[in-house]
């Protein structure tokens, strides 16, 4: 079934630790994305890829980076976690259409850093 | 620089009574808008957007750009529709056909039986 997977689902880790958080989609879309949420707040695009090979920053400043060597596949990666990192990411995709593209998201990975 | 505002955080109200959730923007182009909803323990997910001109769920929203305004309106509303809705706007274009989305802090619907 297409759909758009995100793991893992919660992540409490100590500060320092380096994670990776892995996004897989089965839609066929070459589009994909990366935004996070705080509590409360809107959403904002840390990152996105037109397909593979192709990565780049959206307009809020985040330390962590972004992979796309397969085009159902782009995992975030926080080389050393902070507090400041504790959030919700959430992955999205989409197809190649005229400008209205639909974005479809996964279900989240609620991250905590101690 | 493009930005998206909902005014309510949270708006209460009583199932069959008619809701508004409001949705004004900012963007200097020919804005695209769409109204996201998360239901409790759901993904987000794509509601309805003002190209397609549908009806949704039985809900509506007509983008009036005199006012800046994208409201999402239904006549009577449902204990179902007690979610979190996010109004977006399609914009700044990040290049190969693609528009960064916009999103508002969101407004949560609360209907009470």
């Known amino acids: 079934e297409a759909d758009i997977y995100q793991t893992p689902r919660y992540l409490v880790i100590g500060t320092g630790k380096k994670i990776t958080l892995e996004c897989s989609q089965t839609m066929g879309h070459d589009k994909m994305y990366w935004y996070q949420q705080d509590p409360g707040m809107e959403l904002h695009l840390i990152h996105y890829?037109?397909?593979?090979?192709?990565?780049e920053k959206g307009d809020l400043s985040s330390e962590s980076t972004v992979s796309r060597i397969r085009t159902e596949h782009f995992p975030l990666t926080l080389e050393s976690a902070r507090p400041s990192h504790t959030s919700q990411y959430l992955c999205?995709?989409?197809?190649?259409?005229?400008?209205?593209?639909?974005?479809?998201f996964g279900p989240g990975t609620r991250l905590t850093v101690l | 620089a493009q930005r998206v505002t909902q005014p309510e955080k949270l708006l209460s109200v009583f199932k069959g009574a008619p809701v508004e959730l409001k949705c004004n923007y900012s963007?200097?182009?020919?804005?695209?808008l769409f109204w996201y909803v998360q239901y409790s323990r759901q993904r987000l997910q794509l509601l309805l957007r003002h190209i397609s001109r549908e009806s949704i769920k039985g809900f509506t929203a007509d983008l009036n750009k005199g006012e800046t305004s994208f409201h999402l309106k239904k006549p009577f509303a449902q204990e179902e529709d007690s979610a979190m809705y996010y109004c977006?706007?399609?914009?700044?274009?990040?290049?190969?056909?693609?528009?960064?989305?916009?999103f508002g802090k969101g407004t949560k619907l609360s209907v009470i039986p």
């Open positions: 963007y200097s182009g020919s804005p695209e």
């Open positions: 977006a706007l399609s914009g700044p274009y990040s290049g190969a056909g693609s528009y960064q989305l916009t």
């Open positions: 999205a995709s989409s197809d190649w259409t005229a400008r209205t593209d639909t974005q479809y």
């Open positions: 890829s037109y397909g593979v090979n192709s990565t």
